[in-house]
Structure formats: C-alpha cells, structure tokens
C-alpha cells in the first residue's frame, strides 16, 4: 500500500454469543466499549468502535447477534443487523479455535450471503492462545471451506494480542480509499447515555441466572452536576425486568447486589468518562415488555 494511499471505513464482527467479538473489538480500540459476556444478546445497541493507525481508521460496528426471533424485541433486533449488514464494508465472521464449526456459524454465514451478496466477508480464527497450532491450522481450512475461495482468514488473539495489527491491516486494505470520518482520539460515536446504560447492563448481568439477559432493560433517567461535589455527576439510572421475581434477583439480599452492580457500574463508566459520578439505581417492573410495542419504544427499540 503506498503512503499516502489513506483508506477508511466500517467492518462488523458476526458470530455466535461467546465467540470473542467484543473482547476483539475491545482490543482493536485499545479500551473497553463493547459488552464482553458468554450469554447470547448482550448487546443490544449498535455501538462503534474507531480504530486509528497512520494509514487507515475503522469503524466498528457491534450488531446484537443474529438469531431466529421468538419476540417482537428479537424481530426488530434481527432488522437492525440486516440494515447493518448491507451498510457495512466488511464483515468478519469470527468463529473460535476451540470448537467445531457447527450449524450455527453455517446458519449465519448463510444469512450473510443472502442479506449482503455484495459486501466483502472476512473469516477471523479467534481464542488462538487455547489450542496447539496444528488445531489452529486445522481451524483456518475449516473456516476457509465455510466461507469460500475468496475470503481471507486470519486468526487472532485478542487477550493475549496476537495478530490484531495484523487483522486491522487485512481489513483496512479490504476498505475503500479516503479520508478519516472521525477525529483522531474519538473512540465512539455513541452518546455517553448508551455506553452508561450498557455498562450497568453488563455489571446487573453478571453472574445472574440465564432468564435474565433479555429481560433486562437500562435507561439513563438524568445526569446532572452533584451537589455534594460539584466536581462529580450524578446519574440516575432505571433497570427494568419483567417479573417481581427477576426484580428480586437483581436487588439481592437486603439490596446486596444491586449494590455490587452500582459500585462495578460506577468504575467501569468513570474510566470511560475521565470523571468521578454518583450512581442512583432503581430497579422497576414493566410487565412483558418485550412484546408490547408501546413499551419497547419507550425503553428505546
């Protein structure tokens, strides 16, 4: 690539729930801003990372993950992601050294195709630090076969950061050429609110038992100076679940745990902001609302 030859655009990682995305976008970025967590649907929004290097800045685009919807919630997340998917440069299939290509990452290889015959697809061979190189091998002939003769596949790992400048220069020579979208030192475009809420999020999520990821919602109710100490925000946050008995769950014993959430929270948004807060949560019920619509548009879907 020559020197002057500035290319620039976006990528979104797809995969299966726990197959590195976040911990990939996380690395690439060079702070936290994706939600890392095993369970399926963490993310719920699409939140941009921006990679900057001398020759090339790319967009992150975190999409929730494909998945057959069984909710009206899970039906308008899947149309997020195809609108995703058209709009986007790249996209990089990640698929983990540690486990057998299965029906999964086939069925969302196949939904790719169809959704965006055009776009250039990419296979990432994440976890590579797990297995003994002739695993890894074996895995990148196997992600080659699934995705085609014309698809590129590079394996990484983004804990241990082996090969990510080697996958940000794959994938920034795939992109068009032009000039930077962002400035330099913008690590995302999304309102502080949304990082703020997915971030409570992960912390409430944490450890919880497996009902809990879809029902749970985080809006920023208002942030504001603290009157104890002008130098810190105060932020009030609302969490809604659908039953009692999840409410029950995220409060904990004598609020026990809804405390841990607010102090994870609380550290996890001041490192983001550069600024110490005052963390309020409630925690509210409103009954199925992820199957009527009034209540997903006020919850923001």
């Given at each position: ?14 995969g299966r729930p ?81 486990e057998k290509i ?151 014993k004598n609020g ?46």
């Open positions: 690539m020559a020197e002057s030859e500035f290319r620039s655009g976006f990528v979104c990682f797809v726990n197959t590195g995305k976040s911990t990939l976008t996380n690395a690439l970025v060079g702070t936290k801003i994706a939600i890392t967590s095993s369970r399926p649907q963490t993310t719920r929004h699409t939140i941009r990372g921006i990679v900057h290097r001398e020759h090339a800045q790319l967009i992150l685009v975190d999409t929730p993950g494909l998945h057959r919807p069984r909710t009206l919630l899970g039906q308008r997340l899947n149309d997020l992601v195809r609108d995703t998917y058209s709009e986007v440069d790249v996209i990089a299939v990640c698929i983990p050294a540690d299965g029906p999964g990452d086939r069925w969302i290889v196949e939904q790719i195709k169809m959704m965006a015959p055009k776009t250039t697809v990419l296979g990432v061979v994440t976890k590579i630090d797990k297995v003994s190189r002739d695993q890894v091998a074996h895995q990148l002939m196997a992600v080659s076969q699934l995705l085609g003769p014309e698809a590129e596949v590079v394996p990484v790992s983004a804990v241990k950061g082996e090969q990510v400048e080697v996958l940000v220069d794959v994938i920034a020579s795939k992109m068009p050429e032009g000039p930077a979208f962002y400035p330099d030192g913008e690590i995302t475009d999304e309102p502080e609110e949304t990082l703020m809420a997915e971030l409570i999020r992960e912390a409430a999520l944490e450890g919880v038992r497996d009902e809990l990821p879809h029902s749970l919602a985080v809006v920023i109710e208002e942030i504001q100076p603290y009157e104890a100490n002008e130098d810190m925000l105060e932020v009030h946050a609302l969490l809604y679940v659908e039953r009692p008995s999840q409410k029950a769950i995220i409060i904990g026990s745990r809804l405390k841990e959430v607010g102090t994870n929270a609380r550290k996890q948004i001041e490192h983001i902001l550069g600024t110490r807060i005052y963390l309020n949560l409630h925690v509210k019920v409103a009954k199925d609302w992820q199957r009527d619509p009034k209540q997903l548009g006020k919850l923001g879907f």
